[in-house]
């Protein structure tokens, strides 16, 4: 790791400047807000707004696949054509799909861990007053916020959301609504809320990069920097390059839409009974441009958790984490590979089958640094002092789960192997657990840990704990068993399973719908811990952890200027100095003086 | 918590790992040639990530339950050999692992994408749409007839868009919806797409392929079994897509030939 000097803190006549111009007004404060911490927050609530959503409308496909013949109370009202007498239909069962997918790998798995937890955390974490561009960061939620609304308003379209997945793979999602139902309004407001979510995500990332390279106060080198600030650093750099290339891709497919170009759509297509006035595109250069950015967008989602576990598991372990140097080379070596691996999502799209083997020997080596990363964990537990905190709890359950999900990947990443599970629910199970689940545990961890500092109360233990333990026994219950049924040839996507071989799965699916309903209804725990913890939760002092990084150095939650005109304090200490003697106990705070040298 | 925690990793690795072992939930019996390759690439695959699988729970939950905080003043522990060892083991044992994966793998793989089908395979076009496979066969001539998209009607069931009125190869095309084929005969299929993405999934044949539109896709594969499987669509095609589906039948050679005569147009 570069010892690289720090740059200077900010200066403090552009701190007085700033405090002479704080905002007031409400518009200005929680609305409109400059301050990092309130648009980290903004993020947090859009994430929660989406993640409701979109677990509503898995347990309404849930419930359908697990009781296909049982009415669902009240969907015949919501869509009275999609939905008579309570039972859905097929395209109202993909649409559902489809925005599920996309509500929680855009606005939960990015927004929540990256731009949310990123935003609020990171420049009290180096001892910046603020990002480095305030207005692009206030845009960057923003425009996000819109393509958020974009996507939602597609459920009032007629003909409803679209229903080519997640994925919008092209000729499907280009040729309008001779494709099928959603396929026309629905989907084209798919493709503009994800070009426009692709802005946000470039102001954001670009703003996390400049941040940390320049607004670093004195002494907060890299290698003192926070292990979560390195992996939202990574997670910037990726987003930068994965974004970059969806927007334009985005781009094309709107135009395949609605200008009548060709770029993914090819010559001689016939949908419903109609000749398609196109010709010269290509369907597979689609799946090249989504892939590349759709695996980094994987890494996008966990890497930020990667940077949360290894931040908050040495405060509970009261121990430093084992090979810190390791662990961020391991970060850079994975966001590397990220960019190698796409096309082992196509292995089947009928790409030449030489470089299915290219594809499958980096996706394979990246479980080289994920291996060693999951190592660290579990070698920093070794001989520890585990204080068994929610926060903590979430970290093992990551570790867990990450495991999990992360040996399903050596299945996939093999061709020969893939020939035969690709396109089941095994694919499906493996990225709930390794994208799904261990980000969502990631998110748990950092809400738990950082809450406090976010509205300066306490969240209540006692419920987080029963959350944790329901939550953990139920995301089991609900993924492993996919992995069964990827092996008996279970196909995914399918809104009914009318197959004859397939009917032996039923009982399975009958399983997992109960539990996804007993994990959604643990859910409700946590949210109403949120809320009325929010107001009514015990105080939080400055530090109630006994953590050492800058952020627990300010009150919770902390001051508008974040560390008041002085600016931040000098860095002096590596950020998990614990199972040390220090003046507080047993750990020393990054701001603490630099201790006398010994003779 | 902490022994909670470990009790619950430990009772789900032994149960997930019970159910693996069981084949409760597993493939159906191969029934193709390179169906035996894939099978032990599997096998083997199952067994060292099982075992990577159980190790790390089971030492995660060991851990767990042993290192919490007891308020005793005991002093942390670093790992013995700090990260170097888990590098190097790492590195070692996951990059064994893949090596042999990938080298085993390779050649199933080509086996079934990179090899040659037999010159002697019989031919089949096969044709996805929204939500139907069709299946061609060159008849007595050997030769397809050319498709013509602005041909295609499905009312009159000229699905492939032939004109035989004008295309001698194509009158004495079988158009079936269903894809039947003799037993121990390599096959060849080109696939290709009317309108969206489609796929061509066998479980029994360890095969899957996608249509892609504007591509024409060889797979070649031998059915070793008289039996008779479900095709079914594992690309995301639209409404109808879980309802997609023909039938694969295999059947002796001279069935199959008797089959192919009952079948040619008059």
Known sequence: MPDMSAAPAVPSGESARRAAHAPRGFLRKQVFSLDHKVIGKQYLDLALAAVVTGMVLSWLMRFHLGFPDTAIPGLEKLAPNAAAGGIMTPELYLSLMTMHGTLMVFFVLTTAPFAGFGNFVLPLQIGAEDMAFPRFNMMSFWVTFVAFLVLIAAFFVPQGPPLSGWTAYAPLSAIGKDAGPGQGTGQTLWVISIALFCVGQLLGSLNFIATTLDLRTRGMTFSRLPFSTWAWFITAVMALIAFSVLLPACVLLLLDRVAGTSFFIPAGLVASDRLQPHAGGSPLLWQHLFWFFGHPEVYIAILPGFGIISQILPVFARKPLLGPRVFVACLIAIAFLSYTVWGHHMFLSGMNPVSATLFSVPTLIITIPATIVTLLWIGTVYGARLRFTTAALFCLGFISVFVTGGISGFFLAQPSIDTYLHGTYFVVGHFHFVMGVAAMFGIFAGAYFWFPKMYGRMLDERLGKLHFVLTLIGVYCIFMPMHWLGLAGNVRRYSAFTDEYMQGSLPLHRFITIAALFTGAAQLIFFFNLIWSRWRGSPAPANPWQATTLEWSVSSPPPPDNFGRAGAPPVSHGPDEYGVAGPGGDYVMQAAPPQPATA | ?266
């Open chain 2, 1 to 266: 918590m902490g022994k909670l925690f470990a009790a619950i990793v430990v009772v789900v690795t032994l149960v997930s790992t019970a159910v693996f072992l069981s084949h409760a939930w597993w493939m159906p019996a191969d029934i193709s040639v390179l169906g035996v390759g894939i099978d032990r690439q599997m096998t083997e695959t199952m067994i060292s990530s099982g075992v990577l699988f159980v190790i790390s729970q089971l030492v995660l939950a060991a851990f767990v339950w042993r290192y919490s905080e007891r308020g005793d003043g005991r002093p942390i522990r670093i790992f013995p050999g700090g990260a170097a060892p888990m590098v190097v083991g790492a590195t070692l044992l996951v990059g064994a692992e893949i090596a042999v994966l990938s080298l085993v793998g390779s050649k199933v793989w080509g086996g079934i994408f990179l090899s040659r089908p037999d010159p002697h395979a019989l031919q089949v076009d096969v044709q996805a749409e929204q939500f139907a496979f069709y299946f061609r066969y060159p008849g007595r001539d050997g030769r397809f007839g050319t498709a013509h998209p602005e041909l295609v009607d499905d009312a009159s069931e000229n699905f492939f868009g032939l004109d035989p009125a004008n295309d001698t190869t194509a009158r004495d095309d079988i158009v079936s919806a269903s894809l039947v084929i003799p037993v121990n005969r390599p096959v060849l299929l080109s696939l290709h797409a009317k309108d969206v993405g489609h796929s061509f999934y066998v479980p029994a044949l360890r095969i899957q392929q996608d249509f892609v539109p504007g591509l024409v896709i060889p797979i070649h594969f031998t059915a070793t079994k008289i039996t008779k499987q479900e095709i079914v669509c594992t690309q995301l095609c639209g409404l109808g897509h879980y309802n997609m589906r023909a039938f694969m039948e295999v059947m002796p050679e001279k069935q199959f030939e008797q089959w192919l005569e009952e079948q040619a147009p008059q």
